[in-house]
């Protein structure tokens, strides 16, 4: 099967998360020469296959495709059937043909090209999990988990996101900003608004305080990230009434955060802030910061075969997150590179057809790099 005709049968799957909805065994299928195994906890399923080539031992190179295949509901509105995986002209439609499908299939249709190995030698290796649309819990942070108690854990690893702006190749992901949520809770005393003196009310208390919270910088960034900025989402408190003070205030934010700052340097701030009102602090991050380095074996040999391929790369933090993140928190160098991220989560979700071949043709020729740079 090419690359197109392997989308189209992944894209037929309904595999919202945490389904895999059978696509674990039709991969399995089309690499018969992988060693396959499968991790399921919770409900998540994870499926690690690897092939060896030459004395791959502990210290071989270890390359690794990673994504996931679960997606998110298709909600209503779609000109074509969201689960068909329909060409029409130049795209193939369909949940998931962006996010991450295609790259799935560009990932898979290149290792099973036997061309691509010739002067390979170690290990290559693709992680799939059905659960990074969810919490993301269960998925691939466990099989690395089973990866590295077996040391086994790859040396470098891509992982096909949706990176590109225009065109496949021409901005990778070296890293993501973090993201920690927040809420603040100021106490007061209801009241009525003619007997100010009996009442305590929160918003005076939070109000001279705003300026140094509502879009304040709390580090400086540098080339590869953003300033890290607390973002107001959603202040409320009252009984939506003219003549009644509040007695509680609730204000809630988010800050996407660079590797400067971290959950604890926010509290500090923030306490700091709020030390002198009556207050409760609550944060959460639900994804932390990474940098894999730019000059990392993985993103020079990314970067060197898109610039022969015609693409000057942006080298790029920005957007949500992936599981990229837990790759780096296992100390491997991973690099994000896939096709456009224009219609993802969107109704009539579609990817060029090109974009697909083309993307094919970057991953083998990177593994090709791998292989002629040992």
Same mark, same amino acid.
């Given at each position: ?7 189209? =049968? ?24 992988? %060693?396959? /195994? ?15 080539? $030459? ?59 036997? @061309? ?8 290559? @290796? ?13 998925? %691939? ?33 070296? $890293? ?75 204000? =809630? ?17 923030? /306490? ?37 391929? $015609? ?64």
């Amino acid at each position: 099967m090419n690359a197109i005709e392997i989308l189209q =049968m992944l894209v037929r799957k309904e595999s919202i998360t945490p389904n895999e909805s059978g696509i674990f065994a039709d991969i399995r299928a089309l690499l018969p020469e992988f %060693t396959f /195994e499968t991790l399921e906890k919770n409900g998540v399923h994870n499926l690690f296959g690897y092939r060896d080539f $030459g004395n791959a031992g502990a210290d071989s190179l270890h390359l690794c495709f990673a994504g996931h295949v679960d997606v998110v509901s298709a909600g209503s509105g779609w000109s074509v059937a969201p689960f068909s995986g329909v060409q029409s002209g130049d795209f193939v439609y369909g949940r998931g043909t962006q996010d991450m499908k295609g790259g799935v299939a560009a990932f898979v249709a290149a290792l099973g090209d036997e @061309s691509n190995f010739r002067d390979f030698k170690g290990r290559i @290796s693709l992680l799939l999990t059905s659960d990074e649309e969810g919490d993301a819990i269960y998925g %691939t942070q466990e099989m690395l988990k089973n990866l590295k108690a077996r040391d086994m854990l790859p040396h470098y690893a891509i992982v096909a996101e949706p990176t590109a702006e225009k065109w496949v190749g021409d901005t990778i992901k070296i $890293g993501r900003r973090g993201s920690i949520n927040g809420i603040v809770r100021i106490k007061g005393v209801q009241g009525h608004v003619a007997y100010p003196s009996k009442c305590d009310n929160p918003v005076d208390k939070i109000a001279p305080l705003l300026p140094k919270i509502a879009g304040v910088e709390l580090d400086s960034g540098d080339s590869h990230f953003e300033p890290s900025r607390i973002v107001i989402t959603d202040i409320r408190g009252g009984l939506e009434a003219v003549n009644i003070t509040p007695s509680e205030l609730k204000l =809630m934010f988010n800050v996407r955060n660079s590797t400067k700052t971290t959950k604890e340097s926010l509290r500090n701030y923030l /306490e700091d802030v709020l030390a002198d009102v009556p207050h409760e602090l609550e944060l959460k991050a639900s994804s932390f910061a990474f940098l894999t380095k730019p000059d990392s074996r993985v993103i020079q040999i990314m970067r060197d075969v898109l610039q022969q391929r $015609g693409c000057a790369p942006t080298l790029s933090t920005g957007g949500g997150t992936s599981d990229a993140k837990y790759f780096a928190a296992f100390g491997v160098d991973v690099v994000e590179c896939g096709v456009c991220n224009d219609r993802i989560h969107a109704v009539d979700e579609r990817v060029h057809v090109r974009e697909i071949e083309e993307l094919v043709a970057i991953f083998a020729q990177v593994i090709r790099a791998f292989g002629s740079a040992q």
